[in-house]
């Protein structure tokens, strides 16, 4: 069981009776404001400067209104995300897709047909960025069927078995 005396050394005397006279603790925060007079705020049984409190709301503010800026762009441009992913994945720009569409006549570079509907989503779909896996060069645009169907062809070996399947006997 420990006495009043044992806690006194355990916590430190002056710490003690600074808590115990209403006044923080320490004469500065840790960032070196002075805690005293109408810069000291206590909140949750802590002592605080209003200094670094004004500082973090300021700073938590910025990033809301940040946040709700980039919110609003995004809502507001409905190819936002198409932008992003084209840069992120591809390294082209949305102007780039644009000029590679015009430069194929807004047709697919296979089968020279325009935009695909999705028979999974029921919607038109554009046409898709074609790029070498190995090196990441854009290559063409191409629509959905034709770039599935690439991307089976390319594998080392597809076309050698698919003929060997259909040259073989019949069952």
Known sequence: ??????????????????????????????????????????????????????????????????????????TDDPFYYVRKRLLRVYGITHQDYEEMLKAQGGLCAICRKADTKSKRRSKWMPLCVDHDHGTGKVRGLLCHPCNVGLGIVERPGFVEAALEYLNGPRT
């Open 1 to 74: 069981m420990s006495t009043p005396a044992m806690h006194l050394q355990a916590v430190g005397a002056t710490q003690t009776m600074r808590a115990s006279t209403g006044r923080p603790p320490n004469p500065y925060c840790r960032h070196g404001h002075a805690m005293n007079g109408d810069n000291v705020v206590k909140k949750y049984k802590k002592w605080y400067c209003r200094t670094c409190i004004n500082s973090r709301v300021i700073a938590t503010r910025q990033r809301i209104s940040a946040r709700v800026a980039e919110r609003e762009r995004r």
